[in-house]
């Protein structure tokens, strides 16, 4: 627990030398959880939302809309049936103005990051931080996604691609 002692500091740890941070055991998930297991402090992933909320808001209008949200997505190559890009364009419509604010915005990060952590914890069954292809291959199954050792190592490679751009 030295390391979460050192992250409650604020102090940012040093990636391990496997590129993976260990994550805690424990239940519920919180914030917390998710700030440890990205090496962030509550600073840094503030600027990360910040900066990921700015790039939306392009015109500085403290807000961002459904067709500002949908013409983003396309510049990031996401499509609109993504289960995230769905749910965030979503948001446009919870509180029945059809705008996303900062706060908004925040709140759909808090809950996604939470949720996608939640995942992560379920997968990485041996909790050191990293998703092993058993794992991925574990959880494929019980999902009920058949897959064999080939079109896992081509999953597994994309996603390795994808994550080092």
Sequence with gaps: ???HAKYEKGVRRPRPSNGCYPVAKLMPVSME???????ETKEEREQRIRSLFGFFDSANARYMDYEKIEARLFALQ???EYKYARDLLNV?????????????????MDDK???????????DVEHNGCI????????????????????????????IRTIKG
């Design 33 to 39: 959880h998710v700030l440890l297991a990205l090496g």
């Design 113 to 123: 990051e939470l949720e996608l952590y939640r995942i992560f914890h379920a997968i």
């Design 78 to 80: 996401i499509p609109l």
């Design 132 to 159: 092993l292809p058993e794992e991925l291959y574990d959880a494929l199954l019980r999902a009920g996604i058949e897959i064999d050792d080939e079109e896992l190592a081509l999953f597994v490679s994309e996603l």
């Design 1 to 3: 627990m030295e390391a």
């Design 92 to 108: 446009c419509y919870a509180n029945k103005d059809g705008r996303v604010d900062y706060q908004e915005f925040k709140r759909y």
